[in-house]
């Protein structure tokens, strides 16, 4: 038990301990009961040629040495998957964080507002992406229709690989409701006294936005990246539905290149060496996020050791 | 006293009988399949599909689960070892799923004159190494639905044979009809690249060609073999080089399908699903079917394909089971399906539909005699996989052909290699 | 103050309106095209150009498609699954997070690590051993595998609400405990009522989450009546063939409880926390 680094030496930093595991307890238990088995078992797996019919059989690190040094569809995946994860989180944020501030507005029928810019988020993703492939047609699609219209020539989209991420990438902004949503919140949460002090000050809206707004959201804007980036890493939906990660491999993602391996081919095995190598590359950037957090995210609980 | 006699006995009778009734036990026989009966045999289904069987056999009961992503759902099922006692298999699969315990052979519960009975494209998803693993749910074969109208408005005689007249009335049929530049009428359009229906529709373009993707004995690929590669070089020309078709913007069966009911497309490489469905949906649209363009220095080929039913080796009630799968391929259910899904199963029952001898069912029927199955493997996965990247390599990413085949050839024999 | 003030609020409210529609247009689009396609029949849904008002509407889709997919049968699952889960995910995510933001124990880092950890695997490669210890617990076809598990907290919901928790002063929980409260009483009286945006951003999240969960009541259940609406509209796409006009109708139609629950969750979000009398 690693109590090394932090030792309660008085009676109410014991209590406040024993506080803390037992209000954590439910998701301690959880986790014992249904993660940490099916965590364990998926490395394990990830040791096996596992063809999901018939038992698995032990192969030691070839599953690995494959991934690695073997396949070139593997380093692909991953490519495709930077990309998008480049684009779309830094865009993401800031589409969603504006959108936050538009609403956020004390005017008549904001709540109409907010709805629409949410109504995204309210359909299934399945039910959205075939949507978006209509949508996408080069030929027969509203989007290449309205550029006509304008006089510029719709790309293929979908079809062709250098649009085709970017493709996705614009939907992805279409879905930035949620992001949004945290956003709002995150904004009502400023004190308006802060913003009364700052006034008095002579400070204009983007002094404001710079030195009170941001600042106090800056934990939201810590969830929203952090959460942004292990789910932008596992992007899949879009691309299975969509393009089955055409065209010519364009829309080869990580995650669809491991369900492929799963359940497509029956190598099981291979896509648990996968997923727990993204495990690591996720763990790495997040534990980075969370160090450089402490330079720029302020928290009014000054926790000091909390 | 002998009142107290007589309520005993008939207490103990009511008894007897409740009890008789326990012992009458009702085995459930579950099936899933991912076909959507409940829309088109209505709220009725039930009765519809399995009521004469229940009926002869009281002890049976059969209840039918939906399943929607089938893919996933039942592989995790039977990767759990949870599998329903019959379930639909797409015939492609057969050999894998045979190969690895899943499927019970059901030669010892169908009389052989039954197996034999199915047509030409579905008895071959049927049987895999002499044995039969499973009876047809529905079965397809391909054909080119094309606008009759488009056709004459250029001129042409009739849909082309080959593939050589294919271009030269292409070349007609992709027009610009309002002088604004941009084409607004496509001759052709087929899906190819990645997904299992697209690769349905293109490996008959292989075979057509003399071609073959793997070798009879399955030790080694064949796709990278000068006939196989001038096929896929000339799928591939259809899109880049002489732009008679444009490149479909999307993978599935979605949105826009069949296009050629838009007007703006003339001629489509189909299949049998789409007839029924096109009648219905788009009533107004009078279509024309003709057999699909081979080389005429090739041969006429042409896919086949569909779901099956299959006896899960797990089942508890082997026997109940197999009884409805004995039903599964009675004169009634191939009536009703055949009805639903457009081509009737058994070669005996051609008689019962009319229909068969008139356009465009006569056409599918004369298709049915030169199908030929995706390769019957279990390692298909991957050469189904292999395949797919390398048409959608070379028709969307202007890989050579020769190269995308070389990778396809070099994946498929690592994977025959295993086993 | 008069100075010139109403023309000028007058046209930035103009201006703010006009972005306002602009943008919410363009978001709106995709949906527009949902109820314009749901009130087509067949074959006029891929007409080019496209046409945005059917002619004639087919207001009758929406009934017929309702009863295909035993739309009241699947929408009494769907409450149960969701309302119930909702419970335990507001007892237990709030909780934990209360845990993970205010208070000092040893690991806390650590577990705070695993706990996001567990988010970064993706679910493809855990399903078939997760399925397995359903499968032993015999929770299989029932709706337990999608309740249960939110009694012990989400990740992503403990996260939300620990961000949230950490942004409410302490001195609060210091003026609790020096009036005589415990934890419980900071967690219920200080904590929970400051948190209502982040509260009905949970809720909202894990309401239309569920509502729209696919994967899961696919996975778990095996019956068709026990479907929930999620699995139910995908009826409409059969092996080969989809009826558009009955999937756009049924869409518009499940959408709509939460659209309403959204619409009407906005109360919650409230502009500015005034900390009155609280300046540390």
Redesign the interface.
Known sequence: ???S????RTCI?RR?????????S??????L???I???L??IW??FTDY????PPVGIGFRNYQELLFKDPLYPLSLFNTVYYVIFAVPLGLIVSLL?AL??????KG??V????????????????S?????????????IN?IL?KVGI?GP??????KWAKPALIIMSL?GT??AM??F???L??????L?EASELDGANWWQKFRHVTLP?IS??I??NL??GL?GS??V?TQAF??????????TLFY?LY???N?????R?GY??A???I??LI??VL??FQ?KFSSKWVY?????E?? | MKLLIRIITIIFAVILLFSMQAMAKVTTITIWAPHDFDVRYGPEYNKILWGPFEKENPDIKIRWVRVPEW??KF?IA??AGTLPDIFAVDGINVP??AA???LESLDRFIPAEVINDYVKGCYDEMVWEGKCYAVGLETNTQFVIYNPDLLAKAGLPGPPRYWEELVDFGKKLTIDTDGDG?IDQ?AYIVYV???EYQMWLQTPYIWQNGGEVVDEKFNKALCNQPKAVEALQFVSDLFNKYKIA???????A???WP?VA?G?FAIEHIGTFAILPVQKSYPEFKFKVAPHPWPRAGKRITGCGGWHFSLWTGSKSKEEAAKVMNYLTSPYIIQVLGDSYGIPMRKSLMGQFERMKYHPWDVVLDQLNYTKPRPRHPQY??IT?AIQ?AF??TV????PAQEAMNEAARKIDLALAKK | MFRGGWVENLVK?LL??I???A??L??????L??ISTALKESAQI?Q???RWIPNPFQWQNFPEALKIMNFLLHLKNTLIVVFTSLVGVL??CT??A???????????N??F??????????P???I???FI?FTKLQWVNTFKPLIV?A???Y??Y???LR????????ELDEATIIDGGD?FTIFWRIILPLSK??L??VS??HF?GAW?D?FGPLVYLSENTKYTL?VA??AFRGVYWTYWHY?MAA?VVV?LP??LL??FA?RF???????TGMRG
């Open positions: 038990m690693p109590w680094w932090y030792r309660p930093a406040e301990a024993r506080f803390g595991y037992l209000f954590i439910p998701w301690i238990i959880g986790f009961l249904f993660v088995g099916p965590l078992a998926s797996l990830s063809e999901l019919f018939t959108l538009l609403v956020n507005q004390k005017v904001i709540t507002y907010r709805t629409i810019y949410y109504l995204p988020s309210v359909t299934s993703g399945v039910a959205i075939l949507l978006w492939l209509w949508l996408f047609n080069p030929q027969l699609g509203l229709y006509g020539s293929g989209w979908l079809v062709e690989p279409w409701g949620g949503v945290i709002l919140a995150g009502q949460g400023v004190p308006t006294h913003y106090m934990p939201v810590l969830f952090i959460m292990i890493f596992q899949f539905v969509m393009t089955q990660g055409g065209p010519s491999n364009a995650v491991l369900f492929r799963a359940f497509l081919l029956l099981m896509a648990a996968m997923a727990w993204l495990f996720v763990l997040t534990l969370l928290y009014e609980t000054k926790l050791g909390r | 893919e996933q592989r039977a990767a894998a799923y690895r315990g899943l941009k496509w690249g990645r997904g444009p490149k479909p913007g999307d993978i599935l979605g949105p826009v296009v838009t703006k996965p991957y996989d990247e959608d390599r969307y990413g202007g890989v | 409210n703010l309106y972005i306002l529609t943008v919410g363009l978001f709106a689009l995709p949906f095209w949902t891929w080019f150009p496209p007892f237990s909780l934990v209360y845990g993970f933001s205010r208070f000092r124990f040893g690991g806390r650590l577990l690590i695993v706990l996001l950890s567990t988010m970064m695997v993706p493809q490669v855990t078939i051993p997760i210890i598990p009694f012990f907290g990740p992503f403990i996260f939300l961000q949230f928790f950490m942004t409410i002063p302490y934890y945006p982040a009905a951003t909202i999240f239309i729209n696919f999620a509209l995908a999937l869409s959408a939460c659209l959204y619409f906005q979000f409230i502009q500015g926390i005034t900390l």
